[in-house]
């Protein structure tokens, strides 16, 4: 059988559920740093990272070193034996997570980990309640979605789910609406934990207010509550900081990692303090899976080459040439209605008026793949590009890149 790429496309549309939604029909069959190579010879520029997956490039020489290793020596016991790599991962977690994170449980998925931090929670306080806001994403399993997600249809047939909290994404959501919450609908003395994206991936890459973050740890503190940090898209130097929380200097009780944790190999994590981890008695949680050595192997390296090569540091100086870049558009396309982010985690929102326009957004991600660019959407209208590559990525990459989207944009945008 010819491996074209029509056939391939032919043979998923035949074997694959169709649950997955992708943002192309790109047949990549191999990918290095920036770039994505696919089976009918094409060069990709990727500012997506697999969904901030693979902030220090595909096949980061570091990490391919470091499981390549580990492969030749031992890949998995689950909970049989302890091993090394699991330990010396959890220490070098512990050692740039904020201060007082000091225990850590791995797991595969970031689902996983908020699904473990909900129980942890629970466990910790006696509590039954969780809040949550609008606008938020924290995963697709049962458990996770029962938290408000950035979109409807990721929660539509699959219900009931218990009520949640304001609208992130408003700047009013902050104690004034909890603090109805609480009068109205959820007492405080019931709610375990609240949970939160120090920045919104999915819902549209929204920056709350400097305020937001650290009246929450406030409120938290005044009614016994945990505050859940769930920085599984945004954490890991993605904002300019190694973990978004950092820019505000809250400390959350409770933090879950994914995604670059692992830069592409599937792994994740709940790092907690010991207060809080201590209410787990053993068999309480666990995984057959969860921070098998192969995997733990690529933490460590991941972590060492954020923190030796300054990667946060590198993300916030390539944001601010990003953004300066984007903010020189804004004159030229009454389209765009905002570009907001932290670091190289950034959003560029297109409307129409007042109504949120996803059209023209398909349109620009087209053109700009046609010419060699894959981009990725967020907002629950889809009317955001974000713009997300390697944190390693070459300045003439990315100036590349944002050429290409540039030329989109143009072309495409209302004028």
Request: aromatic fraction near 4%; include cysteine; glycine fraction near 10%.
């Amino acid at each position: 059988m010819p491996d074209t790429t029509a056939t391939w496309r032919e043979r998923d549309a035949e074997l694959i559920a169709p649950a997955y939604s992708r943002y192309s029909d790109l047949v990549v069959e191999s990918a290095d740093g920036a770039h994505l190579h696919t089976v009918d010879g094409r060069d990709i520029l990727d500012f997506g990272c697999g969904i901030a997956v693979t902030s220090l490039g595909h096949r980061h020489p570091a990490v391919v070193a470091a499981v390549h290793e580990q492969v030749d020596r031992l890949w998995h016991t689950s909970v049989t034996t302890l091993h090394p790599k699991m330990i010396e991962a959890a220490a070098g977690l512990v050692a740039v997570t904020p201060e007082g994170l000091d225990q850590v449980f791995f797991s595969n998925s970031g689902a996983e980990a908020v699904e473990g931090a909900v129980k942890l929670t629970r466990r910790a306080t006696g509590r039954t309640e969780l809040i949550a806001f609008t606008g938020a994403f924290h995963g697709r399993t049962y458990g996770a979605m029962t938290l408000p997600a950035s979109r409807a249809k990721y929660r539509t047939g699959v219900g009931p789910f218990l009520p949640h909290a304001p609208d992130q994404r408003c700047p009013i959501a902050e104690g004034e609406d909890l603090q109805r919450l609480f009068a109205t609908t959820v007492p405080p003395e019931t709610v375990a934990a609240i949970i939160v994206e120090p920045v919104l991936g999915e819902g549209g890459i929204v920056v709350p207010p400097a305020t937001f973050l650290p009246s929450l740890r406030t409120l938290c503190d005044q009614h016994g509550i945990l505050l859940i940090a769930d920085e599984i898209q945004c954490g890991l130097a993605r904002t300019g900081r190694m973990f978004a929380v950092e820019h505000t200097g809250t400390d959350p009780d409770v933090m879950t990692l994914a995604k670059a944790l692992g830069n592409g190999l599937p792994v994740a994590a709940i790092v907690a303090r010991h207060a809080v981890m201590r209410h787990w008695q053993r068999g309480e949680h666990g995984t057959t899976f969860g921070g098998n050595p192969v995997a733990c192997a690529a933490v460590i390296a991941v972590i060492e080459v954020m923190t030796r090569e300054r990667i946060a540091e590198r993300a916030a100086a390539l944001g601010r040439r990003t953004m300066e870049r984007l903010q020189a558009w804004r004159n030229e396309v009454p389209g765009i209605g905002d570009i907001r982010g932290l670091g190289l985690m950034i959003g560029l929102e297109f409307m129409q008026g007042d109504r949120p326009d996803g059209a023209v957004v398909r349109r620009i991600r087209a053109r700009a793949l046609e010419r060699g660019l894959l981009t990725l959407t967020c907002g629950t209208d889809d009317n955001v590009i974000r713009i997300m590559p390697p944190l390693t990525i070459p300045e003439a990459e990315l100036d590349a890149g944002l050429d290409i989207l540039e030329s989109a944009v143009m072309e495409e945008a209302p004028q």
